[in-house]
């Protein structure tokens, strides 16, 4: 016979699709039992009408049904006790107390603010794309759509209208894109709500709480699309996050030039570390050679030398040209990145991730979560 161990170690291994850890590790599997060659399997959810509902039980039923000998499942589904959530969520936020921002100075992720003086230079375009490179290449990444007024990330990523973070008590699982967690003022609008008109209070709010009760879980790299210009959240983020590395995206033309070398400026008089400049919308080569440089040339480069220091250099990390794939794919939710490979956009920003993917970070002065015995 069977044993029921052999079931609910099987059982157990089952990966939460919002949390992303073991259902056992998150005391979800109630009791099993095994009759002959039939498995009785008692799982509870998180929360009614948990969205991963139908995903876990087909997994917990699969896995059940995988062990030798089993060749009928019986799932039990039920529901936490507001107890048993509590505790969960304690377990989640791993000893930090409730609202305390798991990124600060001590933290092991690494926040890259992406930024820009003015719009239109497709900030969140390159954000979107560049958190799917660095999720492609096997990071675990979270993206916090800062630009409040100008949310585009669910959109660019394809996350369908109506989509919200589920809710376990006062943390928020942000949903998944593309294996990138995301949050976005845009998921908490209801129907018809397409405008978001707040003041420097709500919208210090808004993106604090995106840093605190939002439950990211451990994260290799936390991209934030920033707003354009340096107005109320890019203050807000320079006091949360001054430890945060930042790019700076511009276009090649003068103009957005000389707009995103301020950008750079404010963060740095934060605190934060200008890491690099991206520039988007660059020449484009034609098949037959001819080359189309529509914005002009040289504005990234403009940026780079302005935000240099004798003691730090800022680097254009990559140009990323002119590609209507990359235009079609953030229309159609679907990142060039991912849907056109073989794109010239689509190999600047893959290259893009692979160099801030290696690109060394500075420990000095961080506790790192180490214990001699």
Do not use: Y
Not at 303 to 331: C, F, K, M, N, Q
Not at 341 to 357: G, K, N, P, S, Y
């Amino acid at each position: 016979m069977t044993s029921p161990d052999a079931v609910r170690r099987a059982v157990a291994a089952v990966t939460d699709p919002e949390l992303r850890r073991p259902i056992g590790d998150l005391d979800m599997v109630r009791e099993i039992t095994v009759e002959g060659d039939t498995a009785h399997v008692a799982i509870v959810l998180t929360i009614v009408g948990c969205p991963a509902a139908s995903k876990i039980e087909s997994d917990v039923r699969n896995a059940a049904a995988s062990v030798a000998g089993i060749a009928a499942v019986d799932v039990e589904v039920g529901v936490m006790t507001p107890q048993e959530r509590k505790a969960l969520t304690e377990k989640l936020r791993d000893g930090r107390a409730p609202r305390q921002m798991p990124f600060g100075p001590d933290s092991l992720t690494r926040v890259i603010l992406v930024s820009s003086g003015k719009g239109g230079v497709g900030k969140s375009t390159v954000t979107a794309n560049l958190a799917v490179a660095l999720a492609d290449l096997g990071l675990a990444v979270g993206l916090v759509d800062a630009d409040v007024h100008g949310f585009s990330i669910p959109g660019l990523l394809g996350i369908p209208a109506g989509t919200q973070p589920t809710r376990i008590d006062d943390l928020m699982l942000p949903p998944v894109a593309h294996g990138v967690k995301t949050i976005s003022i845009g998921m908490f609008l209801r129907d018809g709500e397409g405008v978001v008109a707040w003041r420097g209070p709500m919208l210090h709010r808004t993106v604090s709480q995106f840093l605190t009760d939002v439950h990211f879980g451990d994260l290799d790299v936390l991209l934030i699309d920033m707003p354009p210009g340096t107005g109320d959240i890019a203050i807000s983020i320079g006091q949360l996050l001054p430890h945060a590395e930042v790019l700076v995206v511009t276009t090649p033309q003068t103009a957005a030039a000389d707009v995103a070398i301020r950008s750079g400026l404010v963060a740095r008089q934060t605190g934060q570390t200008v890491i690099g400049v991206v520039e988007n919308m660059a020449a484009l080569t034609l098949p037959d050679g001819t080359v189309v440089d529509l914005f002009g040339s040289g504005g990234g480069a403009a940026v780079a030398a302005a935000l240099s220091t004798p003691d730090a250099e800022v680097p254009l990390l990559t140009s990323i040209p002119l590609s209507t794939a990359l235009r079609a794919g953030g229309d159609a939710g679907e990142p060039v990145v991912l849907a056109s490979e073989t794109d010239a956009a689509a190999t600047a920003i893959r290259d893009l991730a692979h160099r801030l993917a290696t690109r060394g970070r500075g420990l000095s002065g961080r506790s790192l979560p180490m214990s001699l015995s």
